[in-house]
Structures are given as C-alpha cells and as structure tokens.
C-alpha cells in the first residue's frame, strides 16, 4: 500500500522561499511522477507541478518562473520549492502521485499525502 | 488551459437521493476525466477515472459518465457518509492538469 507523508515550514514571511518534502513507502517509487497540488483555505484545488523518476518535470504556467520540483531516488522523496511567496500562496499542500504506468501511461491523483498548510504573513 | 465549469457549486438532498454533478470542459478532452471526493480536513480521493471507471474500493453507488466536453457525477442513493465536495479534473491536454470549482453537498 503507497503511502506519502509530507513535512515542511509551515510559517512564512513575504519574500520567503516555501520548502516542502514529501516521502512515499510502500510502493514502486520509479514507476510514477510525483506532483504538487494547493489548495487555499476554502477554495478549490490547483495543480502546481510534478516530476519523474529520471528527473523530468512539468509546471503550472502560472507558476512556472518560481517553482522548482526536485526528486532524491535514493530516499524514495520528491520536494517542492516556491521563491517569493506572497499571502496568495497560503494554502493547504498536498503531495500526490500523478501519473503512473501499467502497461500504458494513465492520469490520475492516486496516492495523496496528508496536506500541509502554509501560511505566508508579515 | 483547459477550463472546467462544473455545476451546482452547492447540493442540499435527502438520503436515499439520486445526486448528480455536471462538469463542462472548454474543449473535446475525450474521456480524460476523473471525479474526487474531499471530506473537511482531508484529502481528496479518487473516486472515478478515465469518466466512468470506478476506483478499487469505491461503492457501486458511485458513477460516471460522459466525454467530450459533457460530464456527469452521479450518486443513485445518497448515503450519510457520502457528504463532501465532489471534484472533476481533466487531464486531456496533460499539462496543466485543471480542477473544477467543486460541488459541496450536504443532507437536506
């Protein structure tokens, strides 16, 4: 059974950089991408990125310029990065699984992790 | 991007309901549709992939349908358990992958 269990600062100032890090056990860690997803307090969930076991990412647009997704093979971990953060990047974030492969290639957020809410105040 | 309109935003019924959500996208995604469900203060779960198929586990009183660009999330008979804020997502462009709004549903 994959499971994913995440971790980072949960209280930011403005202009900071959010960090978060996101383990999976229990699962065939190279045979998916690992994504990002947000949601604000209240509102709907956004799709930030993801990333492959070889390194290969895809990004939002609308975020693109300040996030950076990074995988460690090694500790079976992928994290998320985002520069210059502002009050509109308090959010819950969630890592999940976003693609996995079987004998095709298929799409969708099976495996979630528990959510971490990051507020970002002066 | 492709945008996903998905309606009502809110659903009061009754137990014993049929319950069904509509999703819109702004062009053809085929069947790249999957439907979650998000309990307060937890994550969202799969409930639906691929429009119609049912994730392992997911009662049977759970369907999908729908491809294109028109969609439907159905409940035959609301259960207690199953108040929630119901999402679509589409991944027929691939990237970047789009939610719709969200259809919160309560017991009436």
């Known amino acids: 059974q994959v499971q994913l269990q995440q971790w980072g600062a949960g209280l930011l100032k403005p202009s900071d950089t959010l960090s978060l890090t996101c383990v999976v056990y229990g699962g065939p860690f190279s045979g998916y991408y690992w994504g990002w997803i947000r949601q604000p307090p209240g509102k709907g969930l956004e799709w930030i990125g993801e990333i492959n076991h070889s390194g290969s990412t895809n990004y939002n647009p609308s975020l693109k310029s300040r996030v950076t997704i990074s995988i460690d093979m090694s500790k079976n971990q992928f994290s998320l990065k985002l520069t210059s953060v502002t009050a509109a990047d308090t959010a819950i974030y969630y890592c999940a699984s976003s693609r996995g492969f079987s004998s095709s290639w298929y799409y969708r957020f099976d495996y979630w992790g528990q959510g971490s809410l990051v507020t970002v105040s002066s | 991007d492709i945008q996903m309109t998905q309606s009502p935003s809110s659903l009061s019924a009754s137990v014993g309901d049929r319950v069904t959500i509509t999703c819109q996208a702004s062009q053809d995604i085929s069947n790249y549709l999957n439907w979650y469900q998000q309990k307060p203060g937890k994550a969202p779960k799969l409930l639906i992939y691929?429009?119609?198929n049912l994730d392992t586990g997911v009662p049977s009183r759970f369907s999908g349908s729908g491809s294109g660009t028109d969609f439907t999330f159905t409940i035959s008979s609301l259960q207690p358990e199953d108040i929630a804020t119901y999402y679509c997502?589409?991944?027929?462009?691939?990237?970047?992958?789009?939610f719709g709004q969200g259809t919160k549903l309560d017991i009436k």
């Open positions: 997502q589409q991944f027929g462009d691939l990237v970047p992958y789009t």
């Open positions: 691929d429009a119609s």
